[in-house]
Nanobody
Framework: QVQLVESGGGLVQAGGSLRLSCAAS????????MGWYRQAPGKQRELVAT???????NYADSVKGRFTISGDIAKKTVYLQMNSLKPEDTAVYYC?????????????????WGQGTQVTVSS
C-alpha cells in the first residue's frame, strides 16, 4: 500500500506562516510529481502547488509570491511553506503524488492522496 502522511497544519492569524510536510511510503515505485491541493468548505478541491522530479514548480495564481513548494522526489518528501496567510487560505490541504505503485496488490499509475491536514487562518 502507498501511504502519504501530512503534518504541519493548524490555526494561525492572518499574516502568519505555516509549513506543511508530506512523506510518502510503502509500495511506490516511481514518482513523476508531488504537490499540494486544498479544499475549502462547499468548494471543489483545487491545485495549490506542484513540483516535478525535474524540479519544475507550478503554483495557483492565488498563492504565487506567498507559498513555496520544495521537496526531494527521490526521498519521497514534499513541503509547502506558506507565508502571509489569508483567511481565504483556510481549507483542508491534501498531499498528492503522481506516480506508480501498488494498491491492494494491483499496480496503479495515477494519483495518490493523503488524508489531509486542516489549515485555519483567522482574521
Amino acid at each position: 500500500q502507498v501511504q502519504l502522511v501530512e503534518s504541519g497544519g493548524g490555526l494561525v492569524q492572518a499574516g502568519g506562516s505555516l509549513r506543511l510536510s508530506c512523506a510518502a511510503s510503502g509500495s511506490i515505485f516511481s514518482i513523476n510529481a508531488m504537490g499540494w491541493y486544498r479544499q475549502a468548505p462547499g468548494k471543489q478541491r483545487e491545485l495549490v502547488a506542484t513540483i516535478t522530479k525535474s524540479g519544475t514548480t507550478n503554483y495557483a495564481d492565488s498563492v504565487k509570491g506567498r507559498f513555496t513548494i520544495s521537496g526531494d522526489i527521490a526521498k519521497k518528501t514534499v513541503y509547502l511553506q506558506m507565508n502571509s496567510l489569508k483567511p481565504e487560505d483556510t481549507a483542508v490541504y491534501y498531499c498528492n503524488v503522481e506516480g506508480v505503485g501498488l494498491n491492494s496488490g494491483i499496480f496503479y499509475a495515477g494519483d495518490y492522496w493523503g488524508q489531509g491536514t486542516q489549515v485555519t487562518v483567522s482574521s
